[in-house]
């Protein structure tokens, strides 16, 4: 095994048995033993961690102070008294803005739709073109032609 992949396996199984094939690469890379050594402490860790109780107050306690601390939550506060039950005018409007903004913000995303191109020409039609065009060349050769050509007067 490469170093790369135990190094992912170590992370993926997280503190479990590695299998033999890693354990072998373990055995003869050192930097791999360590990393795979750090792990296992870091999950002896974590697993003897025991987290605090959390008082009955401390959700009250918490937006208390973001309120305090952030002037956007007054602004949700608003938001949120536009939408109660003794305003229903501005619910109606507030709702059909966001419909419309959201048809808007949808419409701009799509793709334009497909532009007819006309079929490709055969190469009969083409051969055709390019007759043409030699037509009318060799013709504004002749054309040109009789512009030189001096004239019996002069």
Partial sequence: MKCQDV?????ERAGLSLG????????????????????????RALEAFEAPEV???FDSRLFARLQQRNPTWAAW????????????AYSAVLAG???????????????PPPVAVAGSAS???QAEQIEQALQDFDMLLDFEGLLQTPQAGN
Avoid: F, Y
């Avoid at 419309?100 to 793709?111: E, N």
């Fill in 7 to 11: 190094l992912e396996l170590i992370v």
């Fill in 20 to 43: 033999p094939e890693a354990e072998s690469h373990l055995s003869g890379c050192p930097a791999c033993s360590k990393v795979h050594l750090e792990q296992q402490a870091l999950w």
């Fill in 55 to 57: 008082s009955p107050a």
């Fill in 77 to 88: 506060d608003w938001l949120g008294g536009l939408l109660g039950s003794r305003r229903p």
């Fill in 97 to 111: 803005m966001l419909m419309v903004a959201t048809i808007v913000a949808i419409g701009r995303r799509l793709p």
């Fill in 123 to 125: 190469q009969a039609q």
